[in-house]
């Protein structure tokens, strides 16, 4: 199991980094617009619709979602990840809700897609990057030290210790990112800072939320997975859940973090 994990870990990030540099711009779209497909198609079993239908529909408006200002996606993304999502998984996300789920899915899984194509490839990069070292933070400190639980009843595995953790990481992340970007950290005030810092506490969050809210998706349809395509790891819902939920926010984000 461990050697299908690392061995399918390893296909996907010589993947990832050849279509974020070597693909041009049409075709690192369509194979977005593939993996968008595949997700869907996850998430339409997950809602208990049929799934191929879900799967082509979401295609289609990724698609056309291409055509539209980027900005007001990314806009109506952040406003669905701040403020939604966490009061849905407040509130419960419960077998009832496959049908809210299901209209939720364009908003989980289109503009995460627009910003993996909008975005240049080293902010994507960066993006993620802050995804994994949240994780990994949050993995190491809440074994270590978790003692409350974030929300037992949809992972128990999460605690507050942990998050702590993935938030002092991100943060630690994200100063050594300025200090090797030199277009961002060279340029920033005392005031810039502070801003940039507090986007990024933000979107340490998000990568929470976008996690959970899978988890929740999952636990509501009865399964550990959202699917089998990845050895080792799981379905595509399950390697892209905090990045559906960073990307697009970081999009809208990074203007105003870096100051331009």
């Known amino acids: 199991m461990l050697a299908a994990r690392l061995a399918t870990a390893a296909v996907l990030i010589a993947g990832l980094l050849g279509a974020l540099f070597y693909l041009p711009s049409l075709w690192l779209k369509l194979v ?6 595949l997700a869907a198609f996850e998430w339409g079993r997950l809602c ?96 270590r030290f978790g003692r ?23 943060l630690s992340y994200a100063i050594i990112c300025a200090a090797f970007v030199p ?26 939320v976008g996690d959970l809210f899978e988890s929740a998706a999952k636990r509501q349809a009865g399964v550990k997975d959202s699917g089998e395509a990845l050895p080792g790891h799981g379905g595509i819902l399950d390697r892209i859940d905090s990045a559906t939920s960073t990307l697009p926010l970081a999009a809208a984000l990074l203007p105003l973090m870096v100051g331009h």
Do not use: M, N
């Not at 977005?32 to 497909?37: L, P």
């Not at 949809?154 to 998050?163: F, H, L």
């Open 48 to 143: 208990r619709l049929d799934a191929y239908l879900y799967a082509v529909l979401l295609a289609g408006a990724y698609g056309i979602a291409l055509w539209i200002r980027s900005d007001v996606v990314f806009a109506l993304a952040a406003a669905f990840w701040v403020a939604a999502v966490p009061f849905w998984l407040w509130r419960g996300v419960e077998a009832r809700h496959a049908a809210p789920l299901a209209a939720a899915g364009p908003f989980v899984l289109i503009p995460a897609g627009l910003a993996l194509v909008a975005l240049p490839a080293p902010q994507v990069l960066l993006v993620l990057g802050l995804t994994w070292v949240a994780d990994t933070a949050a993995y190491f400190v809440g074994g």
């Open 183 to 208: 277009q961002w950290g060279a340029s920033f005030t005392g005031a810039q800072w502070a801003v940039y810092l507090a986007g990024t506490a933000l979107l340490c969050a998000a990568s929470i």
């Open 148 to 170: 409350r639980k974030l929300a037992p009843s949809i992972s128990p595995s999460k605690t507050w210790e942990g998050a702590a953790g993935g938030l002092l990481g991100t």
């Open 32 to 37: 977005t617009g593939a993996v968008v497909a």
